[in-house]
């Protein structure tokens, strides 16, 4: 008989995702409502929206990168790869799936109603803006919610191929030891003695084993028409309003530099410095579940 471990469920504890809140510059916090009260503002979104709903970031509390990330490449080429990927993602998916959307997704939604905010891009691949409400979201690198096989192109939910994988591994429901390892994007960190005997999930259509959620892993490309579309929203916009992201990724960092060359106002809200800090207009260095929720009492007031 297998190995059972306990598979991972419910949100982490806040301690491990959240950074430490820090006072609300109150002049800033002004400058920012009247920034949102003219509309017609776009916002792009980074991993600092989810931190509160227990969903980490790559690089933590203390900004420090703690897990290297899925390759585009060792996925695609690499039948190990895919095996490892699987695995971990299998594991953490019951802890993922327990998320929900907090008060900063809460009070997006709240100022897209008030017709504030003309349009959502997001880094996040949750799907926690629309649980929220946000009707108007771009999600820049895919959502986990989907996969596709990349042999014969057959889609399906990951729901169903979480179920696929319970199945095939009825002796091993991998979990997690250490729950500070849980990933952004859904996997954990195992031993690789618990990955070696895992069975990978296989397309119902073609059979192959190269079936890949639908996002864009670390060393991939976003489509085309979506950088388009998203470039398209920012030049439309009166201003841009970036909201827990370190903007350390190109994918999301492209879109202030657009912003600032064209003379959009860029306003940020997070903990910590950014790679956008020259192109920034307006600084918020807190976090958003600290900043938003008085916005939307303000401005819907």
């Known amino acids: 008989m297998g190995r059972v471990v306990v598979s991972v469920v419910g949100p982490l504890d806040l301690a491990r995702t959240l950074p430490p809140p820090t006072p ?12 949102l009260a003219d509309g017609d503002v776009v916002v792009l979104t980074g991993a600092g929206m989810s931190t509160a709903s227990g969903i980490p970031d790559y690089r933590g509390p203390d900004g420090t990168r ?16 895919r095996q490892r990927y699987w695995a971990r993602a299998f594991a953490g998916w019951g802890r993922f799936a327990a998320a929900e959307p907090n008060a900063a997704h809460r009070a997006v ?4 109603r008030l017709g504030l905010l003309r349009h959502v891009i997001t880094q996040n691949v949750d799907g926690l803006h629309q649980r929220a409400g946000s009707r108007r979201v771009l999600e820049l690198h895919g959502t986990l919610a989907a996969v596709t096989c990349l042999d014969c192109g057959e889609q399906t939910s990951r729901d169903l191929v979480q179920q696929w994988l319970v199945d095939a591994n009825p002796d091993l429901l991998t979990g997690l030891d250490g729950p500070a390892q849980v990933r952004p994007d859904g996997d954990v960190a195992l031993p ?5 005997g895992f069975r990978t999930p296989r397309c119902l259509v073609c059979g192959g084993d190269r079936l890949k959620p ?4 670390f060393g991939g490309s976003v489509a085309k028409d979506v950088v388009e579309r998203a470039f ?8 841009l309003l970036v909201l827990g992201s370190s903007l350390q990724v190109m994918s999301g960092y492209r ?31 807190a976090l958003v579940g600290d900043v938003l929720p008085a916005l939307v009492a303000d401005l819907g007031g």
Do not use: C, K, N, Y
């Open 192 to 196: 690789e003695a618990l990955v070696s």
């Open 109 to 112: 939604a709240d100022l897209e």
């Open 214 to 217: 639908d996002v864009v892993f």
């Open 232 to 239: 398209s929203l920012v030049e439309g916009a009166s201003a």
């Open 255 to 285: 879109f202030v530099r657009r912003a600032a060359r064209d003379g959009i106002p860029v306003a940020v809200v997070t903990r910590g410095s950014t790679r956008g800090d020259a192109e920034t207009t307006l600084r918020l260095d």
């Open 66 to 81: 703690r897990v290297q990330p899925m390759q585009h490449g060792e996925f695609v080429t690499s039948a190990e790869g």
């Open 24 to 35: 609300v510059d109150p002049l800033a916090f002004g400058e920012l409502r009247e920034l």
